[in-house]
């Protein structure tokens, strides 16, 4: 039976208690989703609405299959699944559908009502004028019910990205002194640093950072929670394994009867090397690669932490390399020259543009470290994993090491709906079973 730490639990009976809205901005690695279904639970909700980005849809319907394995879970990829939405259920839907699609939002309009509706990402909404925004707050507001924004980064940018979710779902924060609510540049011009720049030869009002942040504080209360890892830490294992699914439509099929055999059966004939294991190996992690960059951007945007990341082909680093060169990544293979090998752990550990290591497990997997003063990284993902538990331990050992103050999230990136859901389950239980063991 899974149970929620102390700091969720207490959590949970705040949010549950009563019908004022909040908004969860617990940082990344806290466990923002099991808090908001177990609150979900406590509040008896028979048809509850994940609104989220498309690379976490896959996760909600883990997470919920996990915590509550009684609710009925519909995920919504296309129109004709929207008819779906009837009676009790929990119903994951994409902002991505959403933006590109305005029919999604007026089937939920004409839908029954939802008891409660989860925001995750929240911040997504912080452009009044997107679509999606507008398909939330307005076309569907009506049938949300009780409403749950969560984001560990409420405001990427400035406090004025606020003022969409306050001004719907918080009104009060916003309530001027004659009772009426502030207009979005009313809002801006308090809580932000607005100036006039010329572009094209036109003067443009520009939002270039926040300002009277103790008072924004203080009208938003005890609507907002927030709560960091370090604060949560006495609470959080050390170092916590767990799958992320991704969808991998190009994952190749395989023909043995998986369902069938036992966890020991498919760990022995994947270890076995065979040159069509191998051959599969290489095309599954090659499948992942798209999606996998999706999930670790959406992760450095939600955090200000680097990421190291985990793979076993050349190919399969390099397409992570070329994704992820937004946020300047280096790597290491076997390929990697002692000179090339040393710059890229000196970059990772004192560039803070750097924020991507990426690793092939045997070149890189041991003997480095990497964490440093000054810099943070508790993330690590495993595109490709390693069949013995006992060298994944080692490549995540990289940044749980002296220095490090945080706990450690270790995710083994699967290819939903395949076999990899299976392989990937088992490495990530019996890595985590390998630490436990030997620490």
């Known amino acids: ?16 208690v009563g019908e004022d809205p909040t908004y969860l901005a617990y940082e990344m690695g806290t466990g923002k989703t099991a808090i908001a279904i177990e609150t979900a639970k406590r509040r008896k909700v028979r048809r509850l609405l994940i609104l989220c980005p498309a690379v976490g849809k896959l996760t909600w319907e883990k997470e919920l299959r996990r915590w509550w394995p009684t609710m009925p879970v519909i995920v919504i990829n296309s129109r004709k699944d929207t008819g779906l939405m009837t009676g009790p259920g929990a119903f994951i839907l994409s902002y991505s559908l959403l933006s590109t699609d305005k029919a999604y939002a007026e089937d939920v309009a004409r839908s029954d009502p939802f008891a409660m509706t989860v925001l995750d990402e929240a911040h997504a909404l912080k452009n009044p004028k997107a679509n999606r925004t507008k398909a939330v707050l307005k076309t569907m507001l009506p049938k949300l019910g009780f409403v749950l924004p969560m984001s560990g980064t409420p405001t990427p940018n400035h ?25 979005q540049y009313e809002f801006e011009d308090t ?12 003067s443009v009002r520009t939002i270039v950072g926040s300002k009277n942040i103790d008072v924004l504080k203080s009208r938003l209360g005890s609507h907002f929670l927030r709560k960091t890892k370090k604060q949560v830490l006495p609470d959080l294992p050390d170092m916590t394994f767990d799958t992320w699914p991704v969808s991998a439509p190009s994952a190749p099929e395989w023909n043995e009867n998986w369902e069938d055999m036992s966890d020991d059966e498919i760990e022995q004939f994947f270890a076995s090397g065979g040159a069509h294991v191998m051959k599969m190996r290489h095309e599954i992690g090659l499948a992942k690669v798209p999606e996998s960059v999706q999930v670790i951007a959406e992760t450095l945007d939600n955090c200000k932490r680097k990421v190291l990341v985990f793979a076993h082909h050349q190919d399969v680093v390099l397409g992570l390399i070329h994704g992820l060169a937004a946020y300047n990544p280096v790597a290491i293979t076997g390929a990697t020259s002692t000179a090339l090998r040393q710059d890229a752990i000196d970059q990772f550990l004192l560039n803070p543009a750097c924020r991507v290591f990426v690793g092939n497990i045997q070149a890189a997997g041991t003997t480095i470290t990497l964490i440093g003063p000054g810099m943070e990284c508790s993330d690590v993902f495993f595109v490709e994993s390693d069949f013995s538990p006992g060298n994944n331990v080692q490549a995540a050992s990289r940044v749980h090491r002296i220095g490090q103050k945080d706990a450690v999230q270790v995710w083994f990136v699967t290819a939903h709906g395949t076999y990899d859901d299976r392989i990937q389950d088992i490495l990530a239980r019996k890595t985590r079973d390998f630490h436990q063991l030997f620490g």
């Open 159 to 183: 406090a004025g990205e606020l003022f969409p979710i306050l001004r719907t779902v918080f009104p009060e924060t916003v309530r001027k002194s004659n009772g009426q609510l502030m207009k």
């Open 191 to 202: 809580y932000c640093q607005v100036v006039n720049k010329w572009f094209g030869g036109r």
């Open 1 to 16: 039976m899974m149970e929620l730490y102390p700091y969720q639990q207490a959590t949970v009976d705040l949010i549950q």
